[in-house]
């Protein structure tokens, strides 16, 4: 839900249906603390582990740790709304998010996100298995304590590590399967990790003057655009030899290899240019794209074994006619 939907529900509270309270927090705020469109990519990317993962996960179980990713990344969105909420009043981006725009009490969407957070933790661990649990658990933390409470306010680099917690949701889904960890796995966490900051970057070069103005130091803040565009073009650039790093080990075929090189010649295009202009239209372009490129490389990763059985059988028929006739 985007941030208009939510304050043109708020002007006019007469089209807004029952079920939302008129005279506090409805069910529609609390939905937006969860950070739905970002949730969205975390699930996508954590079903994607599961399903490359080796190994059968009963559906209904799957389905349960599917909300479990979901629910701990929604109120992990939350905790980081409670704790931020002073700094999202002064940003034009966020300044209309359910806290900051006072449609739900602090307190509230601190208890939310706590007891969701808890919940989606043991019913991981109950109904699926520990290590996926402990995994969740660490993704929460790592989101919660290192990157919003640590790092966010206090280094450039923030987004770097940080954007670790963004990409543990693969080897959750991997481990809900398998139950361990594996370098397969862990080259999915790779990915992610490295398509972190060329995506946040390309956001804060053209949303700069909001994150110096509430004095978060996000590396165009701190660095200048000139090194933020580098910096972009370098990650960019070791991002696409790493997300070849499935096919290497053997966990994906060569039309995952295809579909990777593609999507991330396009996406070091962006990055090149980028680096060549000042423009904020190509940092525009280059932060749409980025989430594109990891949607559709996510994706290649589910096609790639019906597109490496089509392509063998496609090889394999013109051989059988000749030998035929």
């Not at 660490?138 to 450039?156: A, E, G, N, Q, S």
């Not at 990409?167 to 992610?192: E, R, Y």
């Not at 509430?214 to 803040?221: F, I, L, Q, R």
Request: glycine share 8%; charged share 10%; hydrophobic share 55%.
């Amino acid at each position: 839900m985007s941030h208009s939907s939510i304050d043109l529900a708020h002007a006019a509270p007469g089209a807004v249906p029952s079920l939302f309270l008129a005279d506090g927090p409805r069910v529609v705020d609390f939905i937006a603390l969860l950070k739905p469109r970002v949730v969205s990519l975390v699930v996508f990317t954590g079903f994607t582990g599961m399903m490359l993962a080796p190994g059968h996960l009963h559906p209904l179980l799957a389905a349960v740790a599917i909300i479990c990713i979901a629910v701990a990344a929604g109120a992990s969105g939350a905790i980081n709304m409670w704790y931020d909420r002073d700094i999202d009043a002064g940003m034009s981006r966020t300044c209309h998010r359910p806290l900051p725009a006072g449609y739900v009490d602090p307190a509230d969407a601190l208890g939310f996100g706590v007891v969701l957070s808890v919940a989606a933790v043991t019913v991981m661990g109950l109904a699926i298995n520990y290590v996926a649990s402990a995994l969740l658990a660490l993704t929460i933390c790592f989101y919660v304590f290192v990157y919003t409470i640590w790092l966010k306010r206090r280094t450039p680099q923030n987004i770097v590590i940080g954007g670790a917690s963004g990409a543990f949701p693969p080897m959750i889904g991997w481990a809900a399967v398998s139950g361990d960890v594996s370098l397969a796995s862990l080259s999915l966490f790779v990915i992610i990790f490295m398509w972190t900051p060329p995506h946040f970057w390309a956001l804060s070069l053209y949303r700069c003057g909001d994150y110096a103005s509430v004095g978060v130091p996000m590396m165009p803040v701190v660095a200048g655009a000139r090194k933020t565009r580098k910096l972009i073009l370098l990650y960019t650039a070791l991002l696409v030899p790493l997300s070849l790093t499935p096919f290497w080990l053997g966990v994906m075929g060569p039309a995952y290899a295809l579909a990777a090189l593609v999507l991330g010649g396009i996406f070091l295009g962006l990055a090149v240019r980028l680096w060549a202009t000042t423009a904020d239209a190509a940092a525009k372009a280059m932060f749409g794209y980025s989430i594109l490129y990891l949607f559709l490389l996510f994706m290649a990763m589910l096609a790639d074994p019906a597109l490496g059985t089509w392509m063998a059988s496609a090889e394999y028929l013109p051989s059988s006619a000749a030998s035929g006739l």
